[in-house]
């Protein structure tokens, strides 16, 4: 299936490691031109000669999330880069789970108000480019833990938070051919990520979330980047609002 991503211009917040490195680099793969931040200034380097390699057009900076300005400053400068924005991937996230005051307060700061920041500052660039070429689109990287819960915790909660703000964006830019959608994926395993440091430090943990993979195995960040990528893409121009699980069957409820 041609996606129809070639020549299109995408930023992706939290682009160096993991699951938005992985979409970075599918994006690239696709002919997407792309721009990349997080805030190890040594990864993004790598990642953007990694990205240009591929035969596209890649920048990045290092970019503190919580800090809205820099933030917004960075959109502005990397559409300006790229020649316009078609995609936005919000896929930096603070990680913080727990039930203290700290843990709330990052994981608000960057999950949730790095979204809305974020939309705040490409929102004009992709009205611009859908006014132009019939379709943009924002993707907002979820979590099952959005529903999945046994105690208080900042990251779930946050999660949840994100879906909803995603759907708000897609009815409110609905008329303007920007979609919003939100992928939520179950566990996903890569080599210094979170799973693999539980794998290491905490067995017990891991073996009861491998227990509950009907699958037999985690995520890895390439399954959760071809969804996200899927519906980025013009292929999946009717698809918005949308909160797409990908989870192996990790959770049980129905999803409709």
Known sequence: MDLG?????AIVLGGTRGIGRAIADTLADEGVNVAICARNADQIDEAVKALSAKGVKATGASVDIADGAALKDWIGKAAGELGGLDILIVNASALSNGNEEANWQAAYEVDVMGAQRAMQAAVPHLE????????ASAVFISSVSAAETSAPNAYGAMKAALIHMGKGFAKQLAGAHVRCNTVSPGTVYFKGGVWHFIEENMQAVYKDAMAKNPMGRMASPQDIANASVFLASPASSFTTGTNFIVDGGYTGRVNF
């Open 5 to 9: 991503l070639k020549g299109k211009r």
């Open 128 to 135: 611009k480019a859908a006014k132009e070429h019939g379709d």
